[in-house]
């Protein structure tokens, strides 16, 4: 919303037009251009000859990661996009989050309500959060941290309902971080960056083959960071972690993996910016109260009508604000191939991630707001309270998975079958400030973040027990009839049991007389939800040549009470009432698949809707009533191009185009559309790569939000939506020698100025990186 442009809808037209032209006429001029051979399939994987790790070679996945799709992407009936490490590392990118920068329309777009602030990797995917449905290795990752990509081999996105893949999980997909694993190959490589923002950060890859007989190896990746943030004042990104991992077997039919996580995250985060001053913005005059008060407060709050917007990189928290983090993750994977064909293979993890949190929140509500002198730049801002998170996730998981081939007559079959058991749980103890003066009032312009807290706080007593049993058991048959039709069923079965006990202290209350406890008595709770969840998708694929496809599948989805948080209520206004039933979600895909240029680039192109019923709703006749009868629709176009156009020259590119709703239900934007919130109507991502002949290698990418709807929640004055935008960035890498290359990016060319994030009820926007650079030594031996 800041700097908006006029016409920005119609200009992005233009933008991106050129854009794909840019990325898609190269490959009629080289469609005919002599290519590599193509590797064959199920080859001992290597480090690519240990190439740099600037290296542009391989960004084109041929399959997904996962057990379950057997096919190559081309021959599967699904939107998967497949973001590899040499992408990632070309781009500089650190985070999950910025490495879901190379798929349209998936980020972290909502901020948090009120003054909380959300943590981790809070990511939006066509209309819903999916931050809940984060996979490693196929294996859900519970807990709120900002995952890191030194040790990622790959992110597979899945597009569209995954409960047949996962069981419970967001109506719109999931995110699985693949991770990197020992080979068969002496190896080192490591990295070392500085950058805008303090930014200092050290990466090891170390992999040793111990017994090359036998197929032991060892592979160790280490992570060391500390570094700001360019966009903002006092926010602070530090972490180290460690992810060492042995393999055994790996010239053999039975294979062995034991890896090890262990993260430590010690982080100022951040609460945002104050949106005074955005376009939208106006004085948050009361809305109730006489009418003389109502006039007070409109004459006193009269000057921010015209107030100057605030620095974005302020910083309204506190130096005593803290994320630290700390999560551990044991995986055990045992495969074993069978002589007559058939594939076993069973994982067990553990893992554990602890969170200490501490945000000091802010809400520029006109009772927040004082002006103490007649300059408009001394308006200061009482904070309104310190948000605590102190929160433990456990997981504890077995999954066990046969692949099998066989023919009946002339068809073919390839069967994925499987069980698992998993124990999911979470402790959260509840904090509180105690014995003290209060939250010192602070200016809105020169906000100082030193300031004395007169306060003492601790845990109060209050706490939550959250466990989800699953037992579940799946089945997918993919039938092969001729050499033109693939057909693919699957179906999954989850039963699972939720209890949740807590203790909350009784509040005071107004008036006392009818206080119903004395304060501070301790109050229990306990609840048990069980059920179960059946899913399924089928799906058509015609192969029009051996290199391309059209398909259509159908997938459902359901997340039951209690599914995401490990958290039931009794509350009739709560999606986790035990009494209700689990959210529903059916989507429907039609698209089409070409692998060009010797397989080396892949198009892909998908026309999708996706419906979710059961979403709770008030009465409107009768606010104390609630229904499960909302509907919400989803449906778009989604492209994506993917590949190698020439030898040297890579481009990654997607466009998004959605269209949402409120099938049935109260509108949920505070705008008053009636859309989802938090989704960009358009979206469009594009990277492309060229090697020159003497080493140096250019490149950039261009990327476009379209404007992001907030929620509602009776906010007064605050802008309703922030708005649309195009970042450029751009890459230089040299090779030294054999042994060192230099890798420049540059971020933001523009120097563009918007809102990556907003919250809830508008009073605070995250602000997007401003211009900055890094400049990476990448090494190899």
């Not at 979206?683 to 992001?708: E, H, M, V």
């Amino acid at each position: 919303m800041i700097k908006s442009r006029k016409h920005a809808q119609s200009r992005f037209n233009q933008h991106m037009s050129a854009a794909l032209a840019v990325m898609l006429l190269p490959v009629a001029a080289h469609a005919a251009d002599a290519a590599d051979p193509v590797v064959v399939a199920g080859a001992q994987q290597t480090m690519a000859e240990v190439k740099v790790q600037g290296s542009i070679e391989g960004i084109k996945a041929d399959k997904a990661s996962s057990v379950k799709y057997t096919e190559k992407l081309v021959d599967t009936a699904q939107t998967i996009t497949v973001i590899k490490k040499e992408l990632i590392e070309q781009q500089g990118a650190v985070t999950l989050t910025e490495a879901l920068r190379n798929t349209p329309g998936v980020g972290a777009f909502f901020l948090g309500e009120n003054g909380s602030t959300n943590t981790g990797d809070a990511i939006f995917m066509r209309g819903f959060d999916a931050s809940g449905s984060i996979y490693v290795d196929g294996v859900r990752d519970v807990g709120s941290i900002s995952r890191d990509t030194f040790n990622i081999e790959q992110i597979d996105v899945l597009k569209g309902p995954a409960g047949t893949d996962n069981g419970r999980s967001s109506p719109t997909g999931s995110i699985n971080l693949v991770s990197k694993q020992p080979l068969q190959e002496n190896a080192y490589l490591g990295s070392v960056t500085v950058g805008s923002g303090k930014q200092k950060r050290a990466t090891a890859d170390l992999n040793q083959v111990l017994d090359a007989d036998s197929g032991t190896a060892f592979r160790v990746n280490l992570l060391d960071q500390d570094s700001g943030n360019p966009a903002r004042d006092v926010v602070k990104n530090k972490r180290w972690a460690v992810a060492p991992s042995v393999a055994f077997g790996l010239n053999g039919p039975t294979r062995v993996y034991l890896n090890y996580l262990h993260v430590k995250q010690d982080n100022i985060p951040d609460g945002g910016v104050l949106t005074i001053g955005m376009p939208g913005y106006s004085a948050p005059v009361p809305t109730t109260g006489t009418p003389a008060v109502i006039a007070a407060e409109r004459a006193r709050l009269a000057p921010l009508n015209s107030a100057p917007r605030v620095d974005p990189s302020n910083f309204y928290g506190s130096t005593y604000d803290h994320d630290d983090v700390t999560a551990d993750m044991a995986t055990v994977r045992i495969e074993h191939d069978f002589a007559n064909g058939i594939k076993l293979q069973n994982t067990t993890r553990f893992g554990k991630t602890d969170q200490d949190y501490l945000l000091t929140s802010f809400m520029a509500t006109a009772a927040n707001l004082v002006l103490p002198s007649s300059d408009p730049n001394s308006w200061q801002m009482r904070r309104t309270n310190l948000t605590f998170r102190d929160a433990s996730n456990k997981i504890f998981t077995n999954q066990t998975t046969a692949t099998g081939e066989f023919a009946t007559g002339a068809l073919k079959h390839t069967v994925v079958g499987g069980l698992e058991v998993t124990t999911e749980k979470q402790t959260t103890y509840t904090w509180a400030a105690t014995n003290g003066t209060g939250l010192p009032i602070t200016s809105i312009y020169h906000p100082d973040p030193a300031l004395w807290f007169n306060l003492t706080y601790g845990r109060n007593g209050a706490e939550s027990h959250g466990t989800t049993d699953t037992q579940s058991a799946y089945v997918f048959d993919t039938i092969k009839i001729g050499d033109k039709w693939i057909l693919n069923g699957g179906v999954r079965l989850d039963h699972y049991t939720t209890e949740y006990n807590a203790v909350a202290l009784q509040a005071a209350v107004t008036p006392p007389a009818v206080q119903p406890l004395p304060v501070g008595t301790k109050i229990p709770t306990s609840l048990k939800k069980s059920d179960n969840l059946l899913n399924g998708k089928l799906s058509a694929l015609y192969k029009i040549t051996p290199e391309s496809s059209v398909y259509g599948l159908v997938a459902t989805s359901k997340s039951p009470p209690g599914g995401t948080n490990f958290s039931l209520s009794a509350a009739a206004n709560s999606s986790a009432n035990v009494n209700y039933d689990p959210q529903e979600t059916t989507n429907y895909e039609l698209g089409g698949k070409w692998d060009l240029l010797k397989q080396k680039l892949s198009l892909s192109a998908a026309l999708y809707r996706t419906d979710v019923k059961n979403e709770v709703e008030v009465d409107p006749t009768n606010p104390a009533v609630y229904y499960q009868n909302g509907k919400k629709r989803v449906q778009g176009i989604e492209l994506g191009v993917t590949g190698e156009i020439t030898r040297g020259w890579i481009v990654s590119a997607g466009y998004t185009r959605m269209s949402t709703k409120v099938e049935q239900g109260k509108v949920v934007t505070a705008s008053g559309e009636n859309q989802l919130s938090y989704t960009p109507k358009q979206a469009f991502t594009s990277w492309t790569a060229y090697t020159l002949p003497f080493g140096l290698q250019i490149g950039g990418g261009l990327r476009y939000s379209g404007k992001l709807l907030r929620g509602t929640d009776g906010a007064v004055g605050t802008p309703a939506y922030v708005d649309s935008y195009w970042v450029a960035d751009a890459m230089a890498s040299y090779p030294i020698n054999k042994h060192v290359d230099l890798r420049l990016n540059v971020y933001n060319l523009a120097d563009k100025e918007y809102a990556a994030a907003i919250n809830k009820s508008g009073y605070r926007y995250t602000p997007g990186s401003p211009r900055s650079a890094s400049l990476t030594a990448n090494i190899k031996f």
